[in-house]
Structure formats: structure tokens, C-alpha cells
């Protein structure tokens, strides 16, 4: 990156890194959807920047954004449209970042957030006493517990979400739709946490979640919100 002061499209890294590393840039292989989200994640190397409804424009970090990046912007976006209009985009449909406060308000989870495990408390020693609550059992030898100091708060989370989607239709738009992505899906009549852990091709709409809130085992096709 250091060799383009004037930065580089998005859509032609892949080329550049083999040209350079003599293998695959494979973001698929680290969990990305789409190429954008690496850089984006890369914040260290690039700055990204989408100056219209197309592809973004990555620049070298160090070195920051040009002076005269207006000037070379305008004339790279004028050489790309001439050239490539007809070359439908390789890449998959990225969301478009001016209106991710919209899509994505700041109170939510964003996609590639990962809800944390919950551990033992630090202070909780070898034959100390806990106050748990069985929060799902699977068989005998497998079930779930909850601190109860928690279970309070996790029992108001499940009655305002209960509120919160009965009353607004706040549904996840179709291409937006990524494996790994929180949502909540309705099961027994009632909106639980989940994670998308499939898509499923045949049936528009519908994917695959795996239940947050009781248990990491039960599965089921839904409709995300």
C-alpha cells in the first residue's frame, strides 16, 4: 500500500495482494462476507472511503489521505466509469456505511460482535458456595445454569424484548442476511437471542438459528428480526 499515494479501489486488491504475496487473498477463509469488512477491520493499514454508491477507496494508513485526494479521486472515479460499466462487481453487495447508523442504530449489536461466554467470577474459589438457577436441561447429564445474579436481569432482558418486537416489524433486509449475525427468532411464541448459523438456499427468507438465551442446542428454520 505504501507504492499507492493515491490509494487504491477496493474490487482490485485481491489482484495487487497476488501480484505482490504470489497467493490468494481468501477472506472467505478468515470469516468475512465481503472484502470491505477485512479493511474495515484492518483499521491499523487502511482508510476506507466510499465517495459514491460504488466501490470504497482504500488508503495507506500511515501515510494518511492526500492533499490533492479530491483532484485524483475525481479522475480515478471518471476512469472507472468509462471503462467498467458494463463489468458487473465480483464482490458481494456490501452495505452502504453512510446509512449503517441508520440499518445498524448504536444500541444494537453489529455484525461480527460476538456475545461473550460467560465465565466463573474470578473471586469464586475451589469449594466456595454459588446461587445458580437450571436455566435448561437437556438430559441428565447435560443442562445449563445461570448465576443468580443474573437471572433477574436475563428474565427482564426476555420481557422487554417480548415488548419491544410484538410492537414494531423490525425485520433484517434480505441482503444483509450473514451467518454468525445476532438476531432474535420467534419459538413457542415467544422472541429469543439467536445467531444465524445457516442460510437456506432453497427457501427465501429463511435461515437457520441456533437459541442464545437457554440453550445452544436447539435449532430451527425462521424468520430473523
Not at 23 to 49: M, N, P
Not at 81 to 104: A, C, G, R
Not at 116 to 130: A, C, L, W, Y
Amino acid at each position: 500500500m505504501n507504492t499507492y499515494g493515491n490509494g487504491i479501489w477496493c474490487r482490485t486488491l485481491p489482484q495487487l495482494y497476488k501480484d505482490t504475496f504470489f497467493k490468494e487473498l481468501d477472506y472467505l477463509e478468515y470469516g468475512y462476507k465481503a472484502l470491505i469488512f477485512l479493511c474495515l477491520d484492518l483499521s491499523d493499514i487502511f482508510i476506507c472511503v466510499r465517495p459514491d454508491k460504488g466501490d470504497h477507496k482504500l488508503f495507506y494508513k500511515p501515510k494518511g489521505i492526500p492533499k490533492d485526494y479530491d483532484k485524483a479521486l475525481r479522475k480515478s472515479i471518471c476512469n472507472r466509469q468509462n471503462h467498467d460499466d458494463d463489468k458487473p462487481s465480483t464482490e458481494p453487495p456490501v452495505l452502504n456505511l453512510d446509512v449503517s447508523v441508520w440499518v445498524y442504530p448504536v444500541d444494537v449489536m453489529h455484525m461480527y460482535e460476538v456475545i461473550p461466554r460467560q465465565f466463573m467470577p474470578s473471586h469464586v474459589k475451589t469449594g466456595d458456595f454459588v446461587d445458580v438457577v437450571i436455566g435448561e436441561v437437556y438430559d441428565p447429564s447435560k443442562f445449563w445454569l445461570i448465576f443468580h445474579e443474573l437471572h433477574d436481569s436475563l428474565n427482564n432482558l426476555m420481557d422487554e424484548m417480548q415488548i419491544f418486537y410484538t410492537s414494531y416489524n423490525a425485520y433484517i433486509p434480505q441482503h444483509m442476511i450473514a451467518v454468525g449475525m445476532y438476531c432474535v427468532a420467534s419459538y413457542h411464541s415467544e422472541f429469543h437471542r439467536a445467531v444465524i448459523v445457516n442460510t437456506i438456499v432453497d427457501i427465501p427468507n429463511k435461515v437457520k438459528v441456533s437459541l442464545a438465551v437457554e440453550s445452544d442446542h436447539q435449532l430451527f428454520g425462521g424468520r430473523a428480526k
